[in-house]
Antibody
């Protein structure tokens, strides 16, 4: 059974870069054609998609990442298949970036059919000096 | 940018049918899915591809999508179904995932 686990610092200072790791177990991150995504949820609020990385046929193309336009200038999603991990970096953070950050496998097709399943348990990141 | 809208809250009596809507321009031309999130827990997929249930999701959960509205229907609602529910779609014009604002289902 595929499982995902987020890890990283729980406290980040304003203007610095938030870095999180998602470790995938129970399956290989590169064994199938999937996307791998990040979603966040500010305390007491709804879900916001951050970005997704597409893995295609045992190769990763630097152009195969998709980001929320509202965050695109600050976000990087990358992957290390040797460690079965993918990563989130969000630069120039402010208090508005305080949230529970989830990683998830992102099922997506050219027809636009897509969903996230399963999800990690989430990592709370607080932006504060 | 594309948006989908959900009612903030829905109430239902135990054993009755709950319907949660998700509205967006020509949403029926896209695929919708639904997540259940209980307090302190990660979201769980309950419906994908408009109508399909993942393994392990009870049959009382069903979905539809037509016109401008996708609907999550819970038949014979149980107290354990009390949770926040989020719809999600994909905007192909911007290659963006879109989430609804969420609906709190109260079973009372």
């Amino acid at each position: 059974q595929l499982q995902l686990q987020e890890s990283g610092p729980g406290l980040v200072k304003p203007s610095e870069t938030l870095s999180l790791t998602c470790t995938v177990s129970g399956g290989s991150i590169s064994s199938s054609d999937y996307y791998w995504g990040w979603i966040r949820q500010p305390p007491g609020k709804g879900l916001e998609w951050i970005g997704s990385l597409e893995w295609i046929g045992r190769m990763y193309y630097s152009g195969s990442t998709y980001y929320n336009p509202s965050l695109k200038s600050r976000v990087t999603v990358s992957v290390d298949t040797s460690k079965n991990q993918f990563f989130l970096k969000l630069s120039s953070v402010t208090a508005a970036d305080t949230a529970l950050y989830y990683c998830a496998r992102h099922h997506s097709s050219s027809s636009g059919n897509n969903w996230f399943d399963p999800w990690g348990q989430g990592a709370l990141v607080t932006v504060s000096s | 940018s594309y948006e989908v809208t959900q009612p903030p809250s829905v109430s239902v009596s135990p054993g009755q049918t709950a319907s949660i809507t998700c509205s967006g321009d020509k949403l029926g031309d896209k695929y919708a899915c639904w997540y259940q999130q209980k307090p302190g827990r990660s979201p769980v997929l309950v419906i994908y591809q408009d109508t399909k249930r993942p393994s392990g999701i009870p049959e009382r959960f069903s979905g539809s999508n037509s016109g401008n509205t996708a609907t999550l229907t819970i038949s014979g609602t149980q107290p354990t179904d009390e949770a926040d529910y989020y719809c999600q779609a994909w905007d192909s014009s911007t290659a963006c995932v879109v989430f609804g604002g969420g609906t709190t289902l109260t079973v009372l």
